[in-house]
């Protein structure tokens, strides 16, 4: 017969059998999955389906943080973050352009890097560009890359007109355009010698293109302090004058896509973003071994030009911050942004301060890069104030440079009224705060 230890010691094992858990010990319970939403507009060139890949990646890696993604679309997707921003809602992450809104700072939506996990040896591999997303000593952008403008041209085009070299100077560009639209017109197969981004099938880029010739004409967007717009200038009529010329001279027609015609030999030089080049490299056969890339020429007061890119940002607040720098110090991390590269972004790390492989890969995709020395020159003429004047009522200024800019080199509108109002309509939202 059993004793009555033994008989106690079989009942707790047959209790444990059939409810183990209550017999286990305390365990803490896993902490609970966090969901944070990214948006963006596509900024992945050629491959529409690259950023859902990359999220994808990121997610299968982890064990408790899951990113949702929405693309927007490049039209309104600036504008649809901003209202949902100012509403309390919108994104935890999301793509900005480089150089910050000033709005977003001011109402204090953008936590600084540190407080996501960053450190100083993270933040001290960025190239020194890349303290354009720094406000008060602080980053609160983690940049993915970075654009300049440059000039494109069509070899073909070029030396079949008797040029062997891009224009290096307005007067030279002005001068090689005309020729190619008169002889080719003369000809009897018309070739517009010249087409701004942003007179065509994209209006947005008018920005980027008036940028880069008000800074070559000596002008600024805003004053030094950032609170006054200065496109109302003598810097301004001349650029103005400038852009102008080609369509009062019928060097240039409106309407006319400056890409496209690029890519079907309709348009000799057009100049935009180094980014493009994908869209060039896309068009095969008709551009293969037909183009290249040159600095911009330069205009009375130099050769600077319009600066982008994009950059990572994450709402303040958040309940769990190190999460969001978790995805943010992985996306925009010197391995993923090489990856950048492919559609020809400008890598926002110093090579020197990445790992030894990751250095050899991306100087080698460099050095092996067509027109990559020109763009290289074409940085090294540009300065962060240019991104620093464009942070301040950013989006007041990019819809009124898309409305009046366009309709004053077309003759719709004087001058001198285009840029009193696009001063007006920036000053009204850069004083709206106070």
Known sequence: MASPFRRAALALAGCCALTATACAPDTPAPPPRVTLAFWTMPFWIGEPDKLQELVDDFNVSQSRVTVS???????????????????????????????????????????????????????????????????????????????????????????????DRPPGTWAELKSTAATITARSTAAGHRVDGWQFKGMDDHLNAI????????????????????????????????????????????????????LNGFVDGEVAMFSFYQSVISDIAAGNEKTLGKWAVAPMPTGPAGGC??????????????????????????????????????????????????????????????????????????????????????????TARWDAHKDLIPAAVLGRTDAGQALAEIDRRVDRALHAGG
């Open 69 to 163: 993604l929405t693309v927007l679309d490049w039209a309104t997707g600036r504008d649809t973050i901003k209202k949902a921003l100012a509403a309390g809602n919108g994104p935890d992450i999301w793509l900005t352009g480089n150089g910050l809104d000033a709005d977003d700072l001011d109402a204090g939506r953008l936590a600084p890097l540190d407080t996501l996990g960053y450190t100083r040896q993270d933040l001290d591999r960025f190239i020194p560009l890349a303290q354009v997303d720094a406000d008060g000593g602080r980053m609160y952008g983690a940049p993915l890359y970075f654009d300049t403008e440059v000039l494109l041209y069509r070899t073909d085009v070029l030396r079949q007109y008797g040029f």
């Open 207 to 258: 920005n980027a293109t008036w940028e880069t010739f008000l800074c070559q004409a000596g002008g600024r967007l805003t004053d030094a302090d950032h609170r006054n717009s200065a496109e109302d200038s003598e810097a301004g009529r001349t650029a103005l004058a400038y852009l102008k010329s080609f369509y009062t001279d019928k060097v240039s027609r409106p309407g006319v896509s400056a």
């Open 305 to 394: 030009s319009a600066l982008g890119g994009h950059a990572l940002v994450a709402r303040s607040h958040l309940s769990d911050p190190t999460s969001a720098g978790q995805f943010m110090r992985w996306l925009a991390s010197p391995k993923n942004s090489a990856e950048f590269l492919r559609f020809h972004g400008i890598y926002p790390y110093d090579t020197d301060r990445v790992d030894p492989e990751l250095k050899v890969a991306v100087e080698a995709h460099y050095a092996a890069e067509p027109g990559w020395e020109a763009v290289s020159r074409q940085l090294a003429r540009n300065t962060p104030d240019q991104m620093l004047q464009d942070r301040h009522a950013y």
